[in-house]
């Protein structure tokens, strides 16, 4: 234990009420000339112990908690937590239906700065702060050693760290993409999510290779198109699909094998390079896809100027809101998307609409739908209040985790 830090009495409470971070105008006093990296005791004025963290004075969250108990970050400390996140998910679904799940969701788990994601036989780490950096490879080590006792008989085969972030230049660390453990990873692993398979560049795929976090949005986007739009056996539905920001074209692959038509719209080349790629692994035929480049701001208004409509409509963009400094920008800019989506849903259909701004919390993006629709003359209903499958928890005491929001909206 190298650092002791004083926490100034009124800013007590978040550390009680345990939140993981705290910034440097709560500390009243650090002793024991603590360097990057190192963990340290937060204490009361009084001398009382108050939990234990990782510190880094370069960035403005100094320390992060990683215990409120009086017990040392060792080895079996790491072992315990890791072994507690990664058992979490075999009892959830995540364990059944795929090889493709979030293992360690940083904040949320408990471990801040780490972000573990499995794909098949392997692993993608990403370290978002100082301490996780210099831990990263003991990390990988372990992590590989409870894989085996506990996905047995799969083994993991390496892990791949994906520290391209730019978050990392918070914490005075620039980017890192490599092998930490074991084999090199192909270009392309196969995965699979409920029962659909997909091609995911863990190399230079965005994220950490895929958005996991979608997995179960996906699932019920298949339940919207397979309940609400009947037929009769055997007959594939009559119905079109406008993916918007559809990166690798997951939410499409889940209703193409109802019959649907798909349209799937990005900016990016190599994201519909590859989302043709998975159409061609699931054996649909491709004339019931479409795949178009292109900006959607500008398709959208077009396709809206031509008087275009779907049955349903996916609209899951990037992160508009970096920090609330951007939240007014990222309002205007979720406002346009969703006022364009409302006028080409079908009378009768669907509108999956997200946000992943951390910023902008979900009373905040409803609101914003609500002036989209307000403006649109169209009428809506929310059907269900989206967000990421179980696989990604928020704990309750850091709110901030709970970056990913959406609505499930019929719209007359
Ligand atoms: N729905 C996807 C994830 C979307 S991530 C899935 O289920 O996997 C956001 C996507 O938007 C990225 O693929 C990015 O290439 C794309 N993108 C960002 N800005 C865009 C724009 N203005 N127009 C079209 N696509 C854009």
């Not at 996991?212 to 007959?235: C, G, M, S, Y």
């Not at 990016?268 to 054996?283: D, I, Q, R």
């Not at 800019?333 to 006022?339: H, M, P, Q, T, V």
């Amino acid at each position: 234990m190298t650092g002791i830090i004083t926490i100034k009495p009124e800013r007590e409470k978040p550390v009680l009420n345990q939140h993981p971070w705290v910034f440097s105008g709560a500390v009243d006093r650090v002793e024991g000339n603590p360097q990057p990296g190192d963990i340290v005791t937060l204490v009361s004025r009084k001398g009382r112990f108050l939990a234990r963290g990782y510190y880094n004075p370069k960035s403005q969250i100094v320390v992060r908690i990683l215990t409120w108990q009086d017990e040392p970050i060792d080895d079996d400390w790491w072992r315990r937590m890791l072994d507690r996140a990664i058992q979490s998910r075999e009892n959830d679904h995540s364990w059944q239906i795929g090889d493709a799940y979030r293992l360690v969701n940083a904040e949320s788990d408990y471990i801040p700065g780490l972000i573990v994601d499995r794909y098949a036989q392997w692993l993608s780490l990403q370290a978002l702060t100082f301490y996780i950096d210099q831990q990263k490879r003991k990390i990988a080590r372990m992590l590989v050693e409870i894989c085996a006792e506990r996905f047995r008989p799969i083994q993991i085969l390496g892990v791949f760290e994906r520290s391209d972030v730019d978050v990392r230049s918070k914490e005075g660390l620039s980017p890192e993409v490599g092998l930490l453990w074991g084999e090199e990873p192909p270009d392309r692993i196969q995965i699979t999510a409920d029962g659909i398979a997909v091609w995911v560049d863990i190399r230079k795929g965005h994220k950490t290779g895929f958005y996991l976090d979608q997995r179960e949005n996906r699932t019920q986007l298949f339940k919207v198109a397979n309940w609400h739009f009947p037929t009769l056996p055997n007959i594939p539905r009559n119905i079109t699909v406008l993916n918007l920001f559809s990166y690798s074209g997951a939410f499409g692959l889940h209703v193409l094998e109802l019959g649907a038509k798909v349209i799937n719209v990005d900016s990016s080349y190599e994201a519909l390079e590859l989302a043709e790629e998975n159409v061609k692994l699931n054996n649909v035929p491709l004339d019931r896809v479409e795949f178009i480049q292109a900006n959607v701001f500008e398709y959208l208004r077009d396709m809206r100027d031509n008087g275009e409509q779907y049955d349903i409509i996916v609209l899951d963009p990037p992160k508009f809101a970096q920090s609330a400094q951007q939240v007014e920008r990222a309002a205007r800019g979720y406002k346009d998307l969703n006022l364009h989506a409302f006028q080409c849903v079908k009378p009768g259909g669907y509108l999956m609409t997200f946000s992943c701004s951390g910023a902008i919390s979900a009373d905040l993006f409803q609101k914003i739908v609500f002036g989209a629709l307000a403006d649109s003359g169209r009428q809506a209903q929310i059907l269900r209040h989206l967000g990421p499958g179980e696989d990604h928890p928020v704990a309750l005491t850091f709110p901030e985790g709970a970056y990913l929001k959406g609505l499930l909206l019929r719209v007359y």
